[in-house]
């Protein structure tokens, strides 16, 4: 039978939704002092989100307080939980962590809000929290099966070894990627990303997460890396390894994908290291030789920054079906437009509209938040169905639903 959440559990956590906005972030970040007090709970999360100007206690935070405004209506919550899994498996989250994350919000609501926190709210907080946490300690425990089950699949860290470099532009490399073991991978849905645990010396354990960029093939993966100011992981990808570094990986995973069957014209958005997921999914339509209309449009710098130009152009050049658009927000001296771009400036809300079918076609969304805010908003305001938006960024994703 399914379980369900007593009317006064659901009465008492919607009643504290005021305390949650005026003190919701400083609980956030009560608990994650009470969990990172935990070294193995610690190095289970990427630590560059954390910290005062990190962005996932803002991204908690939020979450927190949607899913007490919604716990009458979890409903809507749906396509939150199942992101929310995803990050889970990467991270290798098992249900033996869910009890020292329950600990810890229970006791940093009680530490902030004081005697407002009565017996009775902890109680009803302590209800929802496992009543959410069993659903998603469901769902994780079914894609580690999926992951464990399929051609290639593993659970855990497994050794992958770099097989080669490749320098795509001034920003961005790429590594190749084959397992230590030599036995096939899973062949992964275009979009979705791989979990690394990298052993930096002279830190912690550190974890990221980084978009496949190639299509599946079952023997290998590519990554394409931005190197990012005083980007801890990506600062020692570029400048730390070399081919034949061993690095631990994670099967793949995310909820952001493009499915098996497009019966649409399909739309690939991106702008600056976004296009990593645009090409394995334009990969993959190639290979499959789509009939139906596929454009890729990228927005970034310059020729300079500009990664896997030529690479994208051999694939829309060979498929009567995909077209590939470039815009350069700032084009270099030099740089000729029909030849080196398409067009300068940025992608304008105008110009999306206008040059792209929003009547019919499914958008895949890739970029910075200010990017991914402007195209989402300017597709949904021009009668786009959510159901054809798709997006992902590089970061905690709630923050953008909060923004």
């Avoid at 139906?292 to 990228?298: K, S, T």
């Amino acid at each position: 039978m399914t379980k369900t959440l007593s009317n006064e559990a659901i009465a008492l956590v919607k009643a504290t939704v005021p305390a949650l906005e005026a003190h919701g972030l400083d609980i956030v970040h009560e608990m994650y002092s009470r969990m990172f007090e935990n070294p193995e709970i610690r190095d289970l999360f990427n630590q560059s989100h954390h910290g005062s100007s990190g962005s996932q206690p803002r991204a908690l935070t939020g979450a927190i307080l949607a899913y007490a405004s919604n716990i009458d209506n979890l409903g809507a919550l749906a396509p939150a939980v199942e992101r929310i899994a995803q990050k889970h498996v990467g991270l290798q989250i098992l249900p033996e962590h869910y009890p020292h994350v329950g600990e810890a919000l229970l006791g940093a609501i009680k530490a902030v809000l004081g005697d407002a926190a009565t017996p009775e709210i902890l109680e009803a907080w302590g209800e929802a929290y496992w009543f959410l946490a069993d659903i998603l300690i469901a769902r994780e425990s079914m894609v580690y099966h999926e992951q464990r089950e399929a051609d290639g699949g593993w659970n855990g860290w497994r050794d992958f070894r770099i097989e080669a470099i490749v320098n795509e532009s001034s920003v961005i490399k790429s590594f190749i990627l084959r397992p230590v073991d030599g036995k096939a991978v899973l062949r992964h849905k275009p979009g979705q990303y791989l979990t690394f645990w990298f052993d930096i010396p002279g830190q912690p354990p550190v974890k990221r997460n980084y978009s496949i960029s190639n299509a599946a093939n079952g023997e290998t993966y590519r990554i394409s890396v931005k190197r990012e100011p005083q980007g801890l992981a990506s600062g020692w990808l570029h400048d730390d390894t070399a081919v034949g570094t061993v690095l631990k990986v994670a099967a793949p995973a995310g909820e952001f994908f493009l499915g098996e069957h497009t019966d649409n014209p399909v739309v690939l958005l991106s702008g600056g290291v976004g296009l990593t997921p645009m090409v394995a999914m334009l990969e993959t339509l190639a290979e499959r030789g789509t009939s139906h209309p596929v454009q890729y449009i990228h927005g970034t710098h310059d020729r300079e920054t500009h990664a896997m130009r030529d690479h994208v152009r051999a694939l829309a050049d060979s498929h009567s079906a995909i077209s590939a658009i470039d815009f350069h927000q700032t084009p270099l001296a030099g740089e000729v437009a029909g030849v080196d771009y398409d067009f300068a400036g940025i992608i304008s809300d105008a110009w999306l509209l206008a040059n792209t079918p929003v009547d019919k076609a499914d958008y895949f969304i890739c970029g910075p938040r200010p990017f991914l805010r402007a195209a989402v908003s300017a597709l949904s305001l021009a009668g786009v169905p959510s159901g054809r938006i798709h997006y992902e960024f590089f970061g905690p994703a709630d923050e953008l639903l909060a923004a």
